[in-house]
């Protein structure tokens, strides 16, 4: 179903002047009464003179009105309709309903037009029937092929009417057996004797069988009403371990408390231990890379040491005479002070380093071999 064809439809409708109004939200859910209205309408508005039963309560009636509909439309208007669309009484019954709505429409557009073009002239001396005049031209079309029909079998029989002739006139020119009549006729008396047996025979078969069944039907009244009374005897008696059951069931209930208690007791406890196994694992990184930096400090220093030992140290140039002692003197004293200096600043570092070291073991840096001052080579 598209827009375009219910909106077509019911403007359609609306044009041949169907009295009620058709909105295009009438077919999204199955509607039957209104289909079932539309082509009765429109059956009518095509032959007024037709006659359909408009009974549709029951499913059996529905089918027949779906299927007079379509057979009359078939044979009137050549127009073939799809039962089963017609049926849902849904958005695809539209299109089966513009197929009768399209031909009515045109014809009334036709005919406006044709009242346009003569409008000087005197209107009601050519006005007629339209739905008359269709309903004559397709009863003669019916009827003509009703007669090439009948007419090819009328000669067919004419054809073998040499062969009939003279088995009419044997079968009449035969003398009647009264005789052989009579026994035929006995024969069939006596077999619808036979059969009215047989159904007497059958009926009283089903009275016996209906006794049987209904003395059955009784028997299982009587113990379905004795089962119930068991029943109701067995739900009155209150079971000899039934107080076992209740302090059982209590016991339990206390365990399950208990169990619930220790497990909540057990997860939470889980929690806080990886809490804090987690904050060690935290603590042990930071001083890890703690010392990493310090480590890392006391190599540069080192390398720092080294450069300033493997300087080469302040050449004396002069002559080898008694009076430079003095200032060599003065030279050595300096640079031992300044090596107690680098001593001290090692010492410093590495005590720092242990300071910063909580869980791991104190690591003695090693210090790096004196060198031997060899300013003096003269």
């Given at each position: 179903m598209s827009f375009r064809d219910l909106r077509n439809f019911t403007e359609m409708m609306r044009a041949l002047g169907y009295p009620r109004h058709i909105s295009m939200e009438n077919f999204?859910?199955?509607?039957?009464?209104?289909?079932?209205?539309?082509?009765?309408?429109?059956?009518?508005?095509y032959e007024p003179q037709t006659d359909i039963p408009p009974d549709v309560d029951t499913e059996q009636d529905r089918v027949?009105?779906?299927?007079?509909?379509?057979?009359?439309?078939?044979?009137?208007a050549h127009i073939k309709l799809n039962t089963k669309k017609l049926y849902q009484a849904d958005g695809y019954a539209v299109k089966e309903l513009l197929?009768?709505?399209?031909?009515?429409?045109?014809?009334?557009?036709?005919?406006?037009?044709e009242g346009s073009e003569i409008v000087e002239e005197d209107v009601n001396k050519f006005k007629f029937d339209l739905g008359s005049k269709i309903a004559d031209l397709k009863a003669a079309r019916q009827l003509a092929s009703e007669i090439t029909s009948k007419g090819a079998s009328l000669y067919d029989l004419l054809g073998m009417e040499v062969e009939l002739r003279e088995m009419r006139t044997e079968a009449i020119a035969r003398p009647l057996e009264i005789n052989e009549t009579e026994k035929v006729m006995r024969i069939a008396i006596k077999e619808i004797l036979t059969q009215v047996q047989k159904t007497k025979d059958l009926l009283n078969n089903v009275a016996s069988d209906e006794?049987?069944?209904?003395?059955?039907?009784?028997?299982?009244?009587?113990?379905?009403?004795?089962?119930?009374?068991?029943?109701?005897?067995l739900q009155s008696v209150r079971p000899?371990?039934?107080?076992?059951?209740?302090?059982?069931?209590?016991e339990l209930q206390k365990?399950?408390?208990?169990?619930?208690?220790?497990?909540?007791?057990?997860?939470?406890?889980?929690?806080?231990?990886?809490e804090y196994h987690r904050m060690e694992q935290e603590r042990f990184e930071e001083a890890k890379n703690t010392l990493c930096l310090i480590q890392n400090k006391l190599k540069e220093e080192e390398k720092r040491l080294l450069k300033s030992g493997r300087r080469p140290g302040k050449r004396i140039v002069g002559m080898m005479q008694g009076g430079d002692s003095d200032d060599n003197e003065d030279s050595e004293e300096s640079e031992i002070d300044m090596e107690d200096g680098?001593?001290?600043?090692?010492?410093?570092?590495?005590?720092?380093?242990?300071?910063?070291s909580p869980s791991k073991p104190n690591r003695?840096?090693?210090?790096?071999?004196?060198?031997?001052?060899?300013?003096?080579?003269f």
């Open positions: 999204c859910t199955p509607n039957f009464g209104l289909v079932s209205e539309v082509l009765l309408w429109l059956v009518k508005r027949f009105f779906i299927k007079a509909v379509a057979q009359f439309m078939a044979t009137k197929k009768i709505t399209s031909v009515l429409y045109n014809a009334m557009k036709t005919k406006g037009m006794a049987n069944l209904e003395a059955k039907i009784e028997k299982r009244k009587l113990e379905l009403e004795r089962n119930q009374k068991r029943l109701e005897t000899c371990f039934m107080d076992e059951y209740e302090k059982t069931e209590e365990q399950y408390d208990i169990y619930l208690e220790k497990f909540q007791n057990l997860t939470y406890l889980e929690q806080q231990l990886e680098d001593e001290e600043e090692e010492d410093d570092l590495e005590d720092e380093s242990i300071s910063l003695r840096v090693r210090k790096p071999e004196p060198l031997d001052e060899s300013d003096n080579d």
